[in-house]
């Protein structure tokens, strides 16, 4: 079985999920489409694929839909997808405000589409140990730190747009959130205090949350200071467990993206 994928949006996500796709024997990589005729056009070069007119005309050849748009605009593209029947793969973060979130949540629902967001921390082999460590019962997690360090701030220049990007902390920060809750549970009360200093809003926070997993509840203090690096360390009743992520190029990107590919699997 194959499933023809379009791709909505030819930015460097859009690109980067693309050339991963055409890699997959269970994918036809259909087209692409952009508002930017330019970028659409190398896009499609790239990629060897149509180059849709409209974001009607690519939905029409396709199964399944990747969108990797600006933030702002992926509840909405996602809604449009989902109400044509088609299975979506969106980038992070899935929307913007609660207001869409919910509005998103309901839609997937009511359809038999199925609907995937980009946390692909949560495939890291690193964080995967993490995961079976702390599910194997032996240690019970009472206190993590998590820090990020985006180092950096002014490239690429549309990260500073609010506009564009919903605010900071939907960009990278959004997967240290993400892999919080995965690894200890529900955040239930969050006290956070933060500054701008490239941006024009705040750019560097401090953290303390409450999460709620099935035993107690550990104290999860987070960060997210400039610099160039990430240290996620949990402290359990027998000791500490510290851990860094391999850098980027270090991660089986191909297993992880075609991983997430909707092809079986429901909606929770």
């Keep these: 079985m194959t499933v023809k994928v379009g791709i909505l949006g030819a930015g460097y996500m859009g690109k980067t999920h693309g050339r991963i796709l055409r890699g997959d024997p269970r994918v036809i990589l259909s087209a692409v489409f952009d508002i930017d005729a330019q970028r659409k056009e190398e896009a499609a070069r790239e990629l060897e694929c149509r180059a849709a007119e409209s974001e009607e005309q690519l939905m029409d050849q396709v199964d399944a839909v990747y969108v990797t748009l600006p933030n702002t605009t992926h509840a909405a593209a996602s809604a449009r997808a989902l109400e044509r029947g088609k299975h979506v793969f969106c980038e992070k973060p899935f929307a913007t405000s609660l207001e869409d979130a919910g509005k998103l949540l309901e839609l997937c629902r009511s359809t038999m589409s199925v609907f995937a967001v980009g946390h692909n921390r949560r495939f890291a082999p690193a964080y995967m140990l993490v995961k079976e460590f702390l599910a194997g019962g032996r240690h019970e997690p009472t ?19 609010a506009a564009v990007t919903g605010g900071y902390l939907y960009e990278t920060p959004i997967h240290l959130f993400d892999m919080a809750r995965w690894l200890l549970g ?31 509840s550990p104290l999860l203090p987070a960060r997210i200071p400039h610099g160039p690096s990430r240290l996620r360390e949990s402290k359990s009743t027998a000791g ?15 297993t992880v993206s075609t991983r997430r590919l909707p092809c079986r699997t429901s909606m929770p």
């Design 143 to 161: 206190l993590a730190q998590f820090k990020m360090n985006r180092g950096e701030l002014e490239s690429p220049p549309w990260v500073e747009n």
């Design 186 to 216: 529900e955040v239930t009360d969050l006290t956070a205090a933060g500054a701008a200093r490239t941006y024009a809003e705040p750019d560097n926070f401090s953290l303390l949350l409450r999460l709620s997993p099935a035993s107690r």
């Design 240 to 254: 500490i467990l510290r851990w860094r992520p391999p850098k980027w190029s270090a991660f089986p990107l191909r």
